[in-house]
């Protein structure tokens, strides 16, 4: 069974500070990866989307990687805001020709001032 | 409209009865996709539509759950004989409809089975 497992499952950091969160995914074959930023009761936001070929991809205080290697990626968040309390939902695409995205159960983020 | 749009954003129903969730999604995107959500979980695939026809039904978990599109716009996902563990929200998104295309999501109808 494809899936896509995240750490931590909660968080909790002070504003200012960095924070790392990681995704690990056994789908195959593999099209491209996204972190998406769901706040509570809305729907999920894309932050970043790569291809199996790139390493890194950058969207403001966000930065995510990708070893596509040992299917391993990260996103990082610089200087943290209140307003980064969410959930980060990691994404996998796992086949070229169709759209179908397979979703982790997300890292649950809390910044507190 | 400017997002992707979901009515109604809250549905509360009795066991047994026929629901249906209404998508409308942005203007132009020719591929539309509905999710189901959990309590802690993130999205599961339900079913993708490229214009009217469903192009993969794979995630639809049983025959009580049916969505349409009948012209490649606004998408109706119908639940019937209702079960309790039907309460979930579902998300609709919608995207350009080409690989690796963004997908922009609606904020979700919350579906409480008593």
């Known amino acids: 069974k494809n899936q896509v497992e995240q750490s931590p499952q909660s968080l909790i950091i002070l504003e200012g500070k960095n924070c790392t969160l990681q995704?690990?995914?056994?789908?195959?074959?593999?099209?491209?990866l996204r972190w998406y930023k769901q706040d509570t009761g809305r729907g999920p936001v894309s932050l970043t989307i790569?291809?199996?070929?790139?390493n890194t991809k950058s969207n403001g205080r966000y930065t995510a990687t990708l070893d596509a290697d040992t299917k391993q990626s990260s996103l990082h968040i610089t200087a943290s805001q209140l307003s980064d309390s969410a959930s980060y939902i990691c994404?996998?695409?796992?086949?070229?020709?169709?759209?179908?995205?397979?979703f982790g159960t997300g890292t649950r983020l809390q910044v507190f001032p | 409209g400017a997002g992707v749009s979901q009515t109604p954003s809250n549905k509360v129903t009795e066991k047994g009865k026929y629901v249906e969730l209404r998508c409308d999604p942005i203007?132009?995107?020719?591929?539309l996709y509905w999710y189901r959500q959990s309590l802690g979980q993130g999205p599961e695939f339900l079913i993708y539509?490229?214009?009217?026809?469903?192009?993969?039904d794979s995630g639809l978990p049983n025959d009580r759950f049916f969505a349409v599109r009948p012209e490649g716009s606004v998408s109706t996902l119908k639940i019937q004989r209702t079960e309790r563990g039907d309460s979930a929200v579902y998300l609709c998104?919608?995207?350009?409809?080409?690989?690796?295309?963004?997908?922009?999501f609606g904020p979700g109808t919350r579906l409480t089975v008593l």
């Open positions: 998104a919608s995207s350009r409809g080409l690989a690796d295309n963004e997908q922009f």
């Open positions: 995704c690990n995914y056994t789908v195959s074959p593999f099209s491209n």
């Open positions: 790569m291809t199996f070929s790139e």
């Open positions: 994404v996998v695409s796992g086949s070229y020709n169709t759209d179908k995205l397979i």
């Open positions: 203007s132009g995107h020719t591929a």
């Open positions: 539509f490229q214009g009217t026809g469903a192009a993969d």
